[in-house]
């Protein structure tokens, strides 16, 4: 991939998990108050770990530690992506809000893994 087209799919890539992770703070505003410290605290934390550790890993000068945080990052997602599935189960999230977010997870998902697999080459 050509710095220049690497440097615009990292700008987008940042794009979509900053709108993601608002969206996850945004959708958790409504859920009960007991689930302040269970699911609510969980998936923030989890939502802003998918677009930290992607930033701190682009950071840094290393091929195999990029590749960790890449890793990390991804781990994050798939754990928000089951998360939001426990709050749609849950009847914490309305069934559009889940397909909306979980939509948002698989693109965020799918240009993740290109990063970790062009890691592989």
């Known amino acids: 991939m050509e710095q220049n087209n690497k440097g615009q799919f990292h700008d987008i890539l940042k794009i979509k998990m900053d709108d993601f992770v608002h969206l996850i703070y945004k959708l958790t ?11 609510v605290s969980q998936i923030r ?5 998918i677009i930290l550790n992607y930033i701190e ?15 990390i990052s991804y781990g994050s ?5 089951y998360l939001l599935f426990f709050s749609y189960k849950e ?14 997870a698989d693109e965020i998902g799918a240009m993740l ?9």
């Open 29 to 39: 505003r409504d859920f009960p108050k007991e689930e302040l410290y269970g699911v």
């Open 45 to 49: 934390r989890a939502a802003l770990s």
């Open 77 to 81: 997602l798939k754990e928000v992506k």
């Open 113 to 121: 893994w290109k990063t970790i697999e062009a890691r592989n080459t």
């Open 57 to 71: 890993g682009y950071a840094r000068q290393k091929d195999k530690v990029y590749k960790n945080f890449l890793e």
């Open 91 to 104: 009847n914490y999230l309305s069934k559009f809000d889940y397909q909306k977010s979980l939509k948002m």
